[in-house]
């Protein structure tokens, strides 16, 4: 089980570490996937270790695959009109909120 | 016609103010409606006159409540008996002349109707002090006699000694006036009413003891010195002579100094319960007399001879009047005529007097001077105006058969029994024969002295001669009302108390007749025949010339004790006033600048300061802050995470929590540093576009 955990942990680690260094708008979207699928891989560990008659992990790993599907798609919209708006999707230089 | 008497004042009031609201503009009409209203007034007084003698002097009182209250009531009424309907004829024969005669006199004046509105308003106050029925309303026309007085007096205010004139003439009345209200609040204490009748029966019942009933006496008595120009407050009457010489008829003969005359003779009844208070009035009638009639011995002012000649037998009326007070009071049943005495000569007087100042108002008209030695020769000029000057001399001698002589014998036979005040009165008498003649000599006869003036001399119009004419006429037979012989004649229409007979006193009539002439027959020889040079006799008495010719020097003293420390005083309740009161207000206001000035340096830098700094304070912190709005999405996410990992840090080791936060704090620390060497927004710039 625990190589099962570490694999997730190293998994939401490099997604983290994507998420907050990419520029690249879609480099963080993918990054997020990564961190999606980091606690897929927790929820299904702890169902089969922990509890395996019930598959309430595995039915909240394919809820959170649909969430991220959906979320990739808003992810996906917003860069487009960034993109749009921009001309670029560097994630540094949109900084429309700053003081 | 009697019950509508009250209409009598009301006349020349009703003339008064059509004039001053409506015909102001036109003087003519003015003039006309003014002497048209007293004529009318004359007219009724002549119908009150007749039914006042049809009643055999019975009065009639008709009165309303004007205020009432239940301790005092205050009421407007007229009582009319005897000497209101005689002062009621003289005011308004002495006021039509007066007023006609204005037309000649005052021809081309400026200010034309107004002067006859006040003309019309001073008849008015004296008519309406004559039919009063009680002391408040007499009061209320005192004063007013005493306001249209100052109006008349300073009626050419342009000459500053006739405003001064006009002024001292207000304010010395009303020292006597102030005694005068005194008398009357004392009389309302005792007495609880104001009504004469009322007055006089408590009086007679005793209600007022006798030292007030004298206190009341002598103070009611102030306010006769005042208006009568009585010593010590007769200094005003000479100089009222700034105003128009018709004025000076009108204040001299029949109103304002006859009013004093009047009011003692009014309260006749409160001076019989007390022999000081009348000897009091008869000693200062006196000593008024004597003063007055030496001073008018040696002036040269034509109309100030006659204003002392008017001082001085007004000091024989109130003397003749004390005298009778007297009399009476020390014996119910004397026999004595001052009171008919001082009546009649008022009344007597009145008309010549008026006709002395008319006649002295148409030679100055003429020659256009005041001075009697520029004078001289006038009667070839002015016929008419000299002939009627020397009937009135004649009369105010008392020469038979003047009217002047029956009613000055009359206050000689009233000093009966009291042998100095008949030696000066005989001696008075003398004089004001002797100062007269002078008079009428110096502007009559001889030759003029300054024959510029003679020259433009002329007689006066019709206007002036016609009123002058008619109170020669009065001057000579108004007196035969009062012949001793008439069984019912003056003394026994107007009298006070019970009704006495008094017969001719032939001793008193040769005296008094002897004095007169006698005092002639000097002037005769001083000044027509000049056996004797009145300029050597002035030399060798120099001191006494020059005292009676500078009037005792009663203003200069007047002038030292009582206006000057009143001025210095003034001044220095001013300099105290200006100093110490306006300096303790300036100060406290200064401290009240300064105060809020102190409040002003507190709310600015305390309060505001407090309020901005808040404010500061909030925006150091902004300023502060704000680097955290770094508007990066990862630099967010970066702390979110940074925050969610030291919750699970402090969940797990507290302990580790604080070596976290040191890391956390060096990091950045280090990030900022490396941000500063570093070259600020470099890639931003060089970046290509893409």
Known sequence: MLQYLALAGILFAIGVFGVLTRRNAIGILMSLELMFNAVNINLVTFNKFIGPESLTGQIFAIFVIVIAAAEAVVGLAIVLLLYRNWQGIDIGKINIMKW | ?690
């Open chain 2, 1 to 690: 016609m009697l019950e509508k008497a009250y209409l009598i004042p009301l006349y020349p009031l009703f003339a008064f103010v059509v004039i001053i609201f409506f015909t102001r503009w036109k003087e003519k009409l003015s003039s006309y409606i003014s002497i048209s209203a007293i004529l009318v007034g004359f007219i009724h007084a002549i119908f009150v006159m007749a039914a006042m003698i049809a009643r055999h002097g019975e009065p009639l009182e008709l009165s309303l409540p004007f205020i009432q209250h239940p301790s005092l009531t205050l009421e407007t009424g007229i009582w009319i008996d005897p000497l209101t309907a005689v002062m009621l004829l003289v005011v308004t024969i002495v006021s039509s002349c007066v007023q006609i005669y204005s037309l000649g006199y005052m021809h081309g004046d400026p200010r034309w109707s107004r002067y006859f509105s006040y003309l019309s308003l001073f008849t008015f106050s004296m008519l309406g002090l004559v039919v009063a029925n009680n002391f408040f309303m007499i009061f209320i026309f005192w004063e007013l006699v005493g306001l249209t007085s100052y109006l008349l007096i300073g009626f050419w205010f342009e000459k500053d000694s006739a405003s001064n004139a006009g002024k001292k003439a207000f304010i010395t009345t009303r020292i006597g006036d102030l005694g005068f209200i005194i008398g009357i609040l004392l009389l309302v204490a005792y007495t609880g009413t104001l009504n004469y009748q009322e007055v006089f029966a408590k009086v007679a019942e005793g209600a007022v003891p006798l030292g007030i009933l004298t206190a009341i006496g002598i103070f009611i008595f102030c306010g006769a010195v005042g208006k009568s120009a009585q010593f010590p407050l007769h200094v005003w009457l000479p100089d009222a002579m700034e105003g128009p010489t018709p004025v000076s008829a009108l204040i001299h003969a029949a109103t304002m100094v006859a009013a004093g005359v009047y009011l003692v003779a009014r309260s006749m009844s409160l001076f019989v319960g007390s022999v000081e208070a009348s000897m009091v009035v008869a000693t200062i009638g006196l000593i008024t007399s004597f003063l007055a009639a030496s001073i008018a011995l040696v002036q040269n002012d034509i109309k100030r001879v006659l204003a002392y000649s008017t001082v001085s037998q007004l000091g024989y009326m109130i003397m003749a009047l004390g005298l009778y007070g007297a009399d009476v009071a020390s014996d119910p049943h004397a026999h004595s005529v001052g009171y008919y005495a001082g009546t009649f000569h008022l009344m007597t007087h009145a008309f010549f007097k008026a006709l002395l100042f008319l006649g002295a108002g148409s030679v100055i008209h003429a020659v256009h001077t005041n001075d009697i030695q520029e004078m001289g020769g006038l009667s070839k000029k002015m016929k008419i105006t000299g002939i009627t000057f020397f009937i009135a001399s004649l009369s105010i001698a008392g020469i038979f058969p003047f009217s002047g002589f029956w009613s000055k014998d009359e206050i000689v036979v009233a000093t009966l029994g009291h042998p100095i005040f008949m030696f000066f009165t005989l001696l008075i008498a003398f004089m004001t024969a002797f100062y007269m003649f002078r008079l009428c000599f110096l502007t009559f006869t001889g030759q003029p002295r300054n024959q510029d003036r003679f020259n433009h001399a002329h007689e006066s119009p019709l206007s002036m001669t016609g009123p002058l004419m008619f109170l020669a006429f009065l001057s000579i037979f108004a007196g035969w009302v009062g012949l001793p012989w008439l069984s019912h004649g003056f003394s026994s229409f107007v009298y006070h108390g019970e009704l006495q007979h008094h017969g001719p006193n032939y001793i008193m009539m040769l005296v008094s007749t002897l004095v007169a002439v006698s005092g002639i027959g000097l002037a005769y020889t001083v000044y027509y025949k000049k056996r004797i040079s009145a300029d050597a006799v002035m030399e060798k008495f120099k001191p006494l010339y020059t005292l009676l010719y500078n009037k005792y020097f009663i203003d200069e003293i007047y002038d030292r004790i009582i206006i000057k420390p009143t001025l210095a005083l003034t001044r220095g309740m001013w300099w105290y006033d200006a100093n110490v009161i306006d300096g303790l207000v300036n100060f406290t206001g200064w401290l009240t600048v300064k105060w809020a000035d102190a409040k002003m340096w507190f709310d600015k830098y305390i309060v505001d300061g407090a309020v901005n700094g808040a404010g500061y304070i909030c925006m150091a912190g902004a300023w502060l802050f704000k680097y955290i709005q770094s508007g990066s999405v990862q630099f967010y996410t970066l702390v979110i995470i940074t925050g969610a990992v030291g919750v699970i840090i402090y969940r797990v080791t507290p302990g580790g929590f604080y070596y976290y936060l040191i890391g956390l704090v060096v990091v950045a620390v280090a990030r900022l540093l490396a941000g500063m060497n570093r070259p600020h927004k470099v890639s931003v710039e060089t970046e290509p576009e893409g």
